[in-house]
């Protein structure tokens, strides 16, 4: 008689899947690589069949692994959710969940929607606002929990510190337009404060390419506005896709840029609710595609050196304010959507 598929050895072939590494998942497990091994065996043995290539060095799924993958993935969903669900008539409370805008329409309606119906009885207020600010709010205790981005000079007084992912920084502009060719760049830029932006500057300074900032929204949706209208090019995260934008690189003109680190901040760690839903939010944020279960436990991951962005910071440029007829288009620029009539423009000299 076979033995039953255990749930943990089906988490841990799922995380191989994922992760591509037998080191990455023993050092996530806690556990070392011959042990990572041996629970594979385990698997394959009440499997009955092979589920990946032999070569281990580059983990390949068999037939009967493709064949696995998707029954493993729905076993562990229904698993976790039904251990949520057991739990949850017991845990009661409100979390503030702290998330910039450019990760809020990404990373969170899965996220908070799968909490709501594991947990009615927890209140979540989200507040969106830039990583500084949110560094701020949670030291002073007005926020729970946040997502936010790892910034050279911002520390915040929390209780916990989890590095979630390194996230490519991308250039994006409009599919088939070429805004991007113009000799000064024009840019749709969040204000200042941001690492996007930042990194974006001294990434166009060290490479000699003139720019301006035809735009500075405080949400990515003027952002794409602009972008989609060919009128700024603009930085996102690689896993962020906009329909009707394309990624351009250094066949564009483009220079390259640094990676960013997706942190999560937990204020106080003995907070049930907060600890649940950051849980799940660690969870999801920590996959590279977000079209995949939300479903990742706390890895006991510490807090891990950031990447060097290996770039001069970027000048400050001078700027004017110019007050724009209502046809923007008829001088040639295009205002943030939430102030018409107004844009800031820089004097592409000094970035130069």
Known sequence: MRRPLEITLLRTFVMLVEEQSVT????????????????????????????FERDRRHLRLTRHGEMLLPYARLMLKLHDDARARLSAEDIAGRVTLGCPDLYAAFLLPQTLARF??????VEVTVRCALSAQLSEEISAGRIDIALATRMPNVHPNVGSITLLRHEPLVWLGAATGGAF????????????????????????????????????????????????????????????KVNGLRRLDAQDGMPPLPDV????????????????????????????????????????????????AGLPLPTRPRTRKVNLPSKLTDVGFRSDVSQ??????S??????
């Open 261 to 308: 680190d997706l942190m999560l901040w937990r204020r106080e760690p003995g907070l049930l609710p907060a600890q649940r839903i950051s849980s799940r939010t660690s969870g999801w944020a920590r996959r590279k595609k977000p079209d995949q279960d939300c479903q990742r436990l706390f890895d006991g991951h510490g807090l891990a050196g950031s990447r060097a």
């Open 181 to 240: 060719k113009d000799r000064t760049l024009p840019l749709a830029m969040l204000p200042e404060g941001n690492l996007y932006r930042e990194y974006a500057l001294a990434a166009l300074n060290h490479a000699g390419r003139p720019w301006r900032i035809s735009c500075i929204s405080e949400s990515i949706a003027g952002m794409e506005a602009m972008a989609l209208a060919d009128a700024a090019v603009i930085v996102l995260a690689e896993s962020v």
């Open 24 to 51: 990455r998942v023993a050092r996530r497990l806690n556990m070392t690589q011959p042990a990572i091994s041996l629970q594979l065996g385990r698997l394959e043995e009440a499997a009955g069949q092979q589920v």
């Open 340 to 345: 018409p009539g107004s844009v800031l423009i």
């Open 347 to 352: 004097n592409s000299e000094s970035a130069a």
């Open 116 to 121: 709501r119906a594991s947990y009615p009885g």
